[in-house]
């Protein structure tokens, strides 16, 4: 009995402690990838701004095939939202909506995760001339002062640097073939 009591109060000290260095962890996360695409600004946005064309190029597509996804009518511009719903937990439930849309320059979105939390994300696009285009993919998620969420915080943001990689590249090669 002495020795399971041992091993509990061990136990409980390890979570404490973890419980402790968490709130001295970042309290938000920001991932910034970026792509010059070799395709005029207005093939990049189109892309981008309409969440209907998002299968084409977007990493987490590629995570379900049998997720269910619902869009907004119309798909594309200020207020419009996709959700999804899969059974794969990397993926799992939430709903994506752009906030603010500068035509082939700027779309902001807020990403609401399920049971995670919402992530604020930008896509900028500086053409370099007629036919290029350099596109900035961003995300931030502020974990407020939950220690549980800080320590996600530290594995999720480069999980996500990952995809946004993947996605650029498949972008990129999507808006050259057009």
């Known amino acids: 009995m002495k020795s399971l009591s041992r091993i509990l109060s061990r136990f409980i000290f390890g979570v404490l402690i973890l419980l402790a260095i ?3 962890l970042p309290g938000s996360s920001h991932v ?5 695409i070799h395709a005029p600004a207005s093939v990049v946005y189109s892309q981008v701004d309409n969440f209907k064309n998002w299968n084409n190029w977007s990493p987490w597509f590629k995570l379900d095939p049998n997720a269910v996804y619902t869009y907004s009518e119309p798909a594309s511009g200020m207020g419009a939202y996709f959700t999804w719903d899969s059974a794969n937990r990397n993926l799992g439930k939430g709903k994506t909506t752009i906030l603010k849309d500068e035509s082939d320059r700027l779309i902001h979105t807020k990403t609401e995760l399920n049971n995670v939390g919402e992530v604020i994300g930008d896509f900028t696009l500086t053409p370099a001339d007629s036919s290029n285009v350099h596109i900035v ?3 931030n998620m502020d974990y407020g002062l939950n220690p549980f969420m800080r320590w996600m915080g530290m594995a999720f943001g480069g999980s996500v640097a990952k995809d946004y990689e993947h996605g650029l590249a498949s972008l990129k090669e999507v808006c050259e073939k057009k």
């Open 32 to 36: 910034e990838r970026s792509a010059d």
């Open 137 to 139: 993919w961003t995300y």
């Open 22 to 24: 968490g709130f001295f």
